[in-house]
């Protein structure tokens, strides 16, 4: 009887310390709908986001906007502007569904951070610990173009975990890689560079991509990379559940962010918008994507892939959500996902002078306003941390200020489009006390 007992509370406290979320003593109420004067902005200024986005539209810039500003846990500025498909059948509401491709990179990150909260691993780990196919990493030295044969040298050292959520390990990106020759290596090989129909998971992709050259040497540069596609499938591992799970287990679900998947339930399909691009007329058309992938990969296919750097689909609120937990030190709503100290952590930089004249560092998760950023006048103060994602979204958020903007829109192709800037100056110009 002693002996049973013992072995269910071991499993008690097994599955009790098992949740990367926590209750906490620090309680800030979800995210609600304010007023701009009770934040402390100005209405009058915020109603200049309207006349931006209506002379976007005027002028063919963008087919659909979402933006939302929330300031001191509110939600103050929540509008729509056109429509979400080509055939201009469909206004788009406040709650559509948006790819926010890049966007999936910080969740991915705090994933990582989660588990490393836990104690799982440290930082500076070699990832061939972990997945051990990226032991003995590789440079590339040269190239021939002719049939795309490449050699190597060896990597003078290994591959971190800080190195892949940074961006500096030197893996590529394929198809949307910078060169030329990365692009031709990567297709070659199969590499499933962003999102996918067809049935392959993560860890088939990574543990191919593993054996590929890197750009440089780890940790010399900084180059925008499938580094969170790696760290996607090593909270697999750390964690023994499938990606999407965690990320539903351990961050949607506890910041209720229900419109947030990889592949959309049946009944939110409807809600998807649609990717638009020009054709020759300069008309607006559904962008259906390329052959290395297909746009409806959020509703179609196999839906066995998890991209950790560009796989997920959400809402402007619910990543309001995501950011506003960041602004409150790692907590939300009573659950805390993050440590204020480990936030702290994440939003120092990370990368030295890698991105020296650069307007932002690179943290853990986020781009990060620095005094460069700050005098250019349109990033914020420092600290403001941000990215954004392939199909034209962008967020940012301002622990200063506390203050969160959200801009969504689904286009491809350079169209002109300068709402993204636009609507950050906009924004902070409506801080009004």
Do not use: C
């Not at 659909?64 to 502007?81: M, N, Q, S």
């Not at 054709?279 to 509703?299: K, V």
């Not at 967020?395 to 286009?411: F, R």
């Amino acid at each position: 009887m002693k002996s049973s007992l013992f072995t269910a509370l071991l499993l008690f406290l097994s599955v009790t310390f098992s949740f990367a979320q926590t209750t906490s003593i620090q309680v800030t109420p979800p995210l609600t709908e304010g007023t701009p004067r009770s934040t402390g902005m100005s209405a009058e200024r915020l109603a200049r986001i309207d006349s931006m986005a209506i002379e976007a539209l005027r002028d063919d810039k963008v087919p659909g906007i979402v933006a939302l500003v929330a300031r001191d846990g509110k939600i103050i500025y929540h509008k729509t502007f056109g429509f979400a498909d080509a055939e201009r059948t469909r206004p788009l509401r406040k709650d559509d569904i948006f790819r926010i491709a890049s966007q999936s990179k910080a969740i991915t990150s705090t994933a990582v951070m989660m588990l490393w909260e836990q104690g799982k691993f440290q930082l500076d780990d070699p990832i061939s610990e972990y997945i051990p196919e990226f032991a003995d990493a590789q440079v590339l030295d040269t190239f021939n173009e002719e049939d795309s044969t490449y050699t190597t040298i060896p990597a003078n050292k290994p591959i971190t975990i800080r190195h892949l959520i940074t961006h500096t390990s030197g893996i590529g990106y394929g198809i949307i890689d910078g060169d030329p020759r990365m692009r031709k290596i990567y297709q070659k090989a199969g590499i499933v560079d962003l999102f996918t129909l067809e049935n392959i998971t993560i860890e088939e992709n990574i543990k191919k991509l593993a054996a590929l050259p890197l750009h440089h040497h780890p940790g010399e540069k900084f180059t925008y990379s499938e580094g969170l596609d790696v760290l996607g499938y090593f909270v697999e591992v750390i964690s023994g559940q499938p990606f999407d799970d965690y990320l539903r287990e351990h961050i949607f679900n506890p910041l209720q962010m229900d419109d947030t998947w990889f592949y959309l339930p049946e009944q939110k399909e409807g809600r998807l918008v649609q990717v638009q691009q020009k054709n020759e007329d300069g008309e607006w058309i559904p962008y259906t994507g390329t052959e290395y992938y297909d746009a409806s990969y959020p509703i179609k296919g196999a839906k066995t892939f998890f991209s950790g750097g560009a796989g997920l689909s959400s809402t402007a609120e619910d990543y309001a959500k995501f950011l506003q937990m960041y602004l409150n030190g790692g907590e939300y709503g009573g659950v805390r996902l993050l440590s204020r100290t480990t936030v702290n952590l994440i939003m120092a930089n990370q990368v030295g002078d890698l991105l020296e004249g650069e307007p932002t560092d690179y943290g853990l998760a986020f781009g990060l306003t620095n005094m460069d950023g700050f005098r250019n006048g349109e990033y914020g103060s420092p600290g403001t941390f941000d990215w954004g994602g392939y199909f034209n979204t962008q967020y940012w958020a301002e622990p200063d200020e506390q203050l969160i903007g959200i801009i969504m829109k689904q286009t491809r192709g350079d169209t002109g489009d300068e709402t993204g800037w636009k609507f950050r100056v906009l924004a902070r110009q409506a801080v009004d006390d």
